[in-house]
């Protein structure tokens, strides 16, 4: 016994679209030739449904992956480019780029594991949380590189002083001492999100956020005994991640 969907259900013929689409990965041409018969009886044309939940769905997910690909690709550029050796600067790092980022692959690896094997269980698996995911990859790109392209010369991956750094207070940094790294907090919350599982957001999270906030005790440490009392008074009126909160 096959069934079907009423013809009426517009809905339920883009989610039985979406099934013959995932049993197309993992069932025998022979099943799905049966599906397709059934399909095949519906007065409604595929022209009529047009696919949208489905185009949609993977015109979000091609954007997030572009998104996605393209910001872990500048961040091994940037540890390329702009980390600074012993000979260019003082470096006071104390493991802490190590730390940041093992935490942040390995949170991504098993966010994204733990998601594509488990049930989506954030507002059961909606997919405009895709979109929302894509919102969040894109402030936090936009945030990060606007506060590595204000620093210019003076951002490195890893924690050091140049002799003729100097210290900004401008832009972004009027309102956060770190902006770059609420850049990739809104980054590693787009991962979890887009994953649609608690668990994947709480992986995301928790550890890149922790190795972040040790990096900040580190960097700040640092930036203190270059700039002293100018730095003390900075920080007295700013607040390091989230404007007027943290």
């Given amino acids: 016994m096959i069934l079907r969907p009423e013809e009426s259900r517009w809905s339920d013929v883009a989610n039985w679209l979406d099934v013959r689409l995932r049993l197309s ?3 025998s041409e022979d099943t799905l030739f049966v599906i397709d018969n059934a399909m095949s009886e519906f007065p409604l044309s595929y022209d009529a449904v047009k696919f949208t939940e489905f185009e949609d769905g993977m015109s979000i997910a091609r954007m997030f992956e572009a ?3 393209a910001w872990l690709a500048s961040e091994l550029l940037l540890q390329v480019v702009t980390r600074t050796s012993r000979s260019r600067g003082e470096v006071k790092d104390r493991g802490s780029l190590f730390l940041l980022v093992s935490a942040i692959f390995i949170s991504i690896w098993v966010a994204k594991w733990y998601g594509d094997t488990h ?8 997919r405009w949380l895709g979109t929302v995911a894509v919102v969040l990859l894109v402030a936090g790109l936009s945030i990060r590189w606007t506060a590595i392209f204000t620093l210019g010369r003076s951002f490195s991956t890893n924690v050091a002083i140049h002799a003729t750094q100097t210290l900004h ?36 999270l928790m550890f890149p956020t922790a190795a972040l906030l040790y990096r900040i005790h580190v960097e700040e440490i640092a930036l203190t005994g270059a700039f002293g009392e100018d730095y003390v008074e900075y920080c007295k009126g700013t ?8």
């Fill in 67 to 69: 998104l996605y690909w």
């Fill in 239 to 246: 607040k390091r991640l989230v404007p007027g909160i943290y």
């Fill in 25 to 27: 990965w993992a069932t």
């Fill in 119 to 126: 049930a989506r269980t954030m507002t059961g698996g909606a």
């Fill in 169 to 204: 207070k401008t832009g972004l940094f009027r309102w956060m001492r770190h902006p770059s790294y609420t850049g990739m907090l809104l980054c590693f919350l787009a991962v979890g999100t887009y994953e649609r599982n608690w668990v994947s957001v709480a992986i995301m």
